[in-house]
């Protein structure tokens, strides 16, 4: 069965930090692969996606994900945070067969200090 | 162009009594889905439409939650009975074509059952 995992609940990171955020996932095939960021009040915003081609993609707000087939693994990094990053952050993963339903992991509390 | 939109932002209700959200999918979206955010949990797909047809409804928990998509366009999620495990954030998402793509997500409405 299709799942995601991200282990870390809660992280706080000072601003101008760097930032890693971890997402494995347990799927049969090629995974199509999402970062979403959900500010306070908003809905979930796309930062990346991943289909096919080059592992590492480059999204929004200076975020860039890798890929990495051998470690069912899709970490979410920054290289200097800002305090807007602070925000929940969620991985999925979909798949055309399964009827384009994604499937979430249980999110990440970005929390960034001064 | 308008993002998706949910009504209300907040519910709280008590056991045993009806209560329904609407989504508004962004214009032109034929696709629209529903998940719920249980507490802690991960965000779960309920169910799938496209235009007016449910396509997957795997995800439903019980026969209490009834979903329609009228004339293809605004989707209602209504709960009858409410029991206090309902409680959660339930988002609704659109998406233009049939295929794993990005899914716009609205804000969310957050069900409190007392």
């Known amino acids: 069965a299709q799942s995601v995992t991200q282990p870390d609940i809660h992280i706080t990171v000072s601003e101008g930090a760097s930032l890693e955020l971890r997402c494995n996932y347990s799927?049969?095939?090629?995974?199509?692969l999402f970062w979403y960021v959900q500010s306070p009040g908003q809905g979930l915003q796309l930062l990346l996606k991943?289909?096919?081609?080059?592992?590492l993609v480059q999204g929004i707000k200076g975020f860039e994900a890798e890929f990495k087939r051998s470690q069912s693994s899709f970490n979410l990094r920054k290289p200097s945070v800002h305090w807007s990053d602070a925000a929940e952050y969620f991985c999925?993963?979909?798949?055309?067969?399964?009827?384009?339903?994604?499937?979430f992991g249980t999110g990440t509390s970005l929390t960034v200090i001064p | 162009e308008a993002g998706v939109t949910q009504f209300p932002s907040h519910s709280v209700i008590e056991k045993g009594q009806t209560v329904t959200l609407r989504c508004d999918p962004i214009?032109?979206?034929?696709?629209l889905y529903w998940y719920r955010r249980v507490m802690g949990k991960e965000i779960k797909f309920l169910l799938h439409?496209?235009?007016?047809?449910?396509?997957?409804e795997s995800g439903m928990p019980n026969n209490r939650f009834l979903a329609e998509r009228t004339g293809g366009t605004y989707s209602t999620l209504k709960v009858q009975p409410a029991e206090l495990e309902d409680s959660g954030v339930y988002f609704c998402?659109?998406?233009?074509?049939?295929?794993?793509?990005?899914?716009?997500f609205g804000p969310g409405t957050r069900l409190t059952v007392l």
């Open positions: 998402a659109s998406s233009q074509v049939r295929l794993v793509n990005e899914q716009f």
């Open positions: 799927y049969g095939a090629t995974p199509y």
């Open positions: 999925a993963v979909g798949a055309r067969h399964t009827g384009n339903q994604f499937y």
């Open positions: 991943y289909f096919s081609g080059d592992t």
């Open positions: 439409f496209v235009k007016e047809s449910k396509q997957d």
């Open positions: 214009s032109g979206h034929d696709n």
